[in-house]
């Protein structure tokens, strides 16, 4: 699939036919995430073979007409490995500086790699802010498309030569749920040091076993993460989870798949074990995507079960249906919905501030003019400022 991204319409993904697991061969645009442990040895340096073999996977999908987008870690890694600095956490400016350093040549790396096989490269950069504003947003959506219709690969990247503790993603599995909604892609590949969600940390618990698909995000499922197992990984299974809410609620599928083998993109398009998080089927609107991919939200609404009902009926949100509300947010910003089992529901934006939505709380909308002393509005959150998660 090629071309550019529409600008409010859903990627149409393929799903799989019923009985089958889906494959890679059902995607025509596909982002597929690198993390630091697989792109970097930590003594050698950058991984020459490993790199060499993902890269003709991506040639391979390339050449079939498909849209790859690279999401890529490693910088910071590249830049201390190049400085041999030494092991163990680094203040915030070393981080930035290596990462200064690290950047040119990560870029350089893929540039490289990519032209090998006739394929032209192109570097976005981002932070958490050109993500979480909508105008931002949209600039970073608007040149990943152009990229695509000149059938260049992007290869995105945290800027992390900029970013701080307090505005930073943290981890680059969310970064790259947030890309896939960003250009509309219908899969989303997160190629791990381990091939997939098990009922447990397999480290920890030699009974664990491998969950081959996830068709909605429970909490039973957010409880089976474990942490980081890696010091170049800032991320871990839990981060993964969140990533595959971000995904699939924006319509996009994932796959957690292993990275430590050569050729990883062709050992998932030939059945490898994986761990496959099933997007919802209905359409997503460009801006829901935007809503659905807020990777920091404010704050959580709790809902009873009556308002879950309502809200997959596809209905606002209204006040007599929260129950208890957490954290500071002001009108317009992202909040999480809970059901009464602590499930996330979906994600939207608050008409009101926390304290007035606290006052609110349980109350008919009928009587917002006299609790709040003005008309307001009747939904705490409107349905079109609200992306309900499928399941």
């Given at each position: ?24 061969r059902d995607f025509g645009r596909i982002v597929v995430k690198v993390g630091s442990a697989l792109l970097v040895d930590q003594e050698t340096g950058l991984k020459e073979t ?56 990560l870029a350089r790396i893929w540039a490289e790699a990519l032209g090998r096989h006739g394929i032209t490269a192109g570097q976005i950069l981002v932070t958490l802010g050109d ?53 509309s892609a219908d899969l989303l590949v997160l190629l791990s040091d381990i091939d997939g969600l098990y009922t447990a940390p397999p480290g920890q618990n030699p009974d664990a ?183």
């Amino acid at each position: 699939m090629s071309g550019s991204v529409p600008s409010d319409t859903a990627p149409g993904a393929a799903t799989a036919p019923p009985g089958r697991l889906p494959a890679l061969r059902d995607f025509g645009r596909i982002v597929v995430k690198v993390g630091s442990a697989l792109l970097v040895d930590q003594e050698t340096g950058l991984k020459e073979t490993w790199l060499a073999s993902l890269v003709e996977d991506i040639a391979g999908l390339h050449q079939e007409g498909r849209d790859v987008l690279v999401v890529s870690s490693g910088a910071i890694a590249l830049g201390r490995s190049m400085l041999r600095l030494p092991r163990g956490p680094l203040a915030l400016e070393d981080s930035q500086a290596a990462a200064a350093i690290g950047q040119i040549a990560l870029a350089r790396i893929w540039a490289e790699a990519l032209g090998r096989h006739g394929i032209t490269a192109g570097q976005i950069l981002v932070t958490l802010g050109d993500t979480e504003e909508r105008r931002r947003y949209l600039n970073a959506r608007s040149t990943m498309a152009r990229l695509l219709d000149w059938r260049a690969v992007p290869v995105i990247n945290e800027n992390d030569t900029v970013a701080t503790n307090e505005i930073r993603y943290g981890d680059n599995d969310r970064l790259a749920a947030r890309v896939a909604t960003m250009a509309s892609a219908d899969l989303l590949v997160l190629l791990s040091d381990i091939d997939g969600l098990y009922t447990a940390p397999p480290g920890q618990n030699p009974d664990a076993t491998l969950i081959p698909v996830v068709e909605g995000i429970t909490p039973e499922i957010e409880g089976m993460a474990g942490e980081s197992a890696s010091e170049l990984s800032k991320g871990g299974m839990r981060t993964k989870i969140e990533a595959a809410k971000i995904a699939t609620t924006g319509g996009t599928h994932m796959v957690i798949a292993s990275g430590r083998v050569d050729h990883p993109l062709r050992a998932v398009a030939d059945g490898a074990r994986a761990t496959w998080f099933l997007a919802a089927g209905n359409p997503v609107t460009s801006r829901k995507k935007w809503i659905a991919g807020s990777l920091e939200p404010k704050g959580t609404l709790h809902i009873d079960a009556g308002a879950v009902a309502a809200l997959r009926r596809g209905k606002s949100l209204l006040p007599a249906g929260i129950v208890r509300i957490d954290g500071e947010f002001s009108r317009g910003d992202a909040v999480l919905v809970r059901g009464p089992d602590g499930h996330e529901i979906g994600r939207g934006l608050v008409a009101y501030d926390a304290a007035d939505a606290e006052r609110l709380r349980g109350h008919s909308s009928a009587d917002i003019p006299k609790i709040l002393g003005t008309h307001g509005r009747t939904a705490v959150i409107h349905r079109d400022d609200l992306v309900v998660a499928w399941g």
